[in-house]
Structures are given as C-alpha cells and as structure tokens.
C-alpha cells in the first residue's frame, strides 16, 4: 500500500503547470471580462499623454461615435479605446501599450485582429508587427509574432496613431499570447505529495488501532 502511493506520488512530479493563455484583449475589465460601459477605464490598458483615465486609456463604444462610416462594432471579445473617449477631437498621436509576464519564452506566440484610427502601426518589444493605412477603421485585421519576439520576464505590445486628423482617434486589439506551460518544480510536487502519504498512513494506522 505504502509502495504504491510513493509510487503514485513520484509519477505526479512535473505535471502541473502554470496557465498557457493571456488574454491581451483592449476593452477589459481587471477580471478580464468585457466592459460594457461607454467612458469606462481599461484595466490593463495604458496611454501616452494626460487622459481622462491616465494612465490608462478609456472605453469608446463604436456606436457612439458620430462617424459617417462607423468603426467595427464593440465586442464580443473586445472594445475600441481612447486617451479621451469623450472627445470626439484632439485625441491625436498617441502610443496604447499593455505589459505582460511571461515565465518562459517556448512556444510563445501572438495571435490577434487589431485596427486604428487614423494610420498606425502595432509593435511587440520593439519589434514592428503591422502597419495600417488610412480607413482600416471598419474591420479587424490579423497579427501574429513569432517566439523570436518575445523575452522572459515582462514583454510590452503597443499600438502606436502615427498619423492622425485629430478626429475620432482610438485603437483595438483583440486576442492574445500562448505560450508552453512551464512544469512545477518536481521537488515542490513531491513534497506535497509526501504529506499527502503520512496523512493517509496516520489514518490507516488509526483505523487498525480502532479495529484492533
């Protein structure tokens, strides 16, 4: 019996893991869920400059912009954001960042849809992921970065309004960063593990003390 569960305890070392998803997503709340209040603050989020919600940027919802050709709509998953989404002027050159750990840079990858208003360009560590010309505010086009482009430690993706009108200027991500799970220290494991086993050795020993 005793075997057995040192045995069992033994086969368990390394097989948990940290989680392998980030959701990098604009428009989130500090829980990760979708924001569905215009004017609100993105949790993760930031922006260059003094905003209404500085350091982070705010929430625009897209249907409340009086614009002849409108931005993609909101949601399911993401929300457009602004330094002064009240304003429909004077948003301007602005660079949106958010900040990331990652534990381990295997099999690290990021895959998403972004668009800006006006021209931009979209970075991860300095490396230039994407350029977006003039009217790409009506869809969300796809970007990915290789494991290359990632560090271990913290990684910063930004989203930079390189040329504006000043008028109606936000920006929208959508989408994350995988990466491979790093395994828990097998000695942590087992030392849980082993405290599992006296536990139930005790017990045993009890009960045939009790049966005796």
């Known amino acids: 019996m005793i075997r057995h569960l040192l045995l069992l305890a033994v086969g368990i070392g390394g097989s948990l893991a940290f989680g392998d998803t980030i959701n990098l997503s604009t428009g989130l709340d500090a829980s990760g869920n979708l924001i569905t209040t215009d004017l609100a603050c993105d949790a993760?989020?930031?922006?260059?400059?003094?905003?209404?919600?500085?350091?982070?940027?705010?929430?625009?919802?897209?249907?409340?912009?009086d614009w002849s050709?409108?931005?993609v709509p909101d949601g399911p998953q993401s929300n457009w954001i602004a330094r002064n989404a009240g304003?429909?002027?004077?948003?301007?050159?602005?660079?949106?960042?958010?900040?990331?750990?990652?534990?381990?840079?295997?099999g690290a990858s990021l895959n998403g849809e972004w668009t800006i208003d006006d021209i931009g360009t979209i970075s991860l560590n300095g490396h230039l992921l994407g350029f977006l010309p003039d009217v790409s505010w009506g869809s969300l086009f796809p970007v990915s970065a290789p494991a290359s482009d990632f560090v271990t430690g913290v990684n910063t993706l930004s989203?930079?309004?390189?040329?504006?009108?000043?008028?109606?200027?936000?920006?929208?991500f959508q989408g994350g960063v995988s990466f491979t799970p790093v395994p828990e220290p097998p000695s942590r494991l087992l030392l849980l593990a082993g405290l599992g086993i006296?536990?139930?050795?005790?017990?045993?020993?009890?009960?045939?003390?009790s049966a005796a």
């Open 44 to 65: 993760h989020w930031t922006v260059d400059g003094i905003g209404a919600c500085s350091p982070n940027a705010q929430v625009v919802m897209s249907e409340d912009q």
């Open 69 to 71: 050709t409108p931005w």
């Open 87 to 106: 304003q429909k002027y004077g948003n301007g050159f602005n660079t949106y960042s958010v900040q990331f750990f990652l534990p381990t840079t295997a």
């Open 159 to 172: 989203i930079s309004i390189t040329l504006s009108d000043i008028y109606l200027e936000g920006v929208r």
């Open 198 to 209: 006296m536990a139930i050795i005790v017990r045993l020993r009890r009960s045939s003390r």
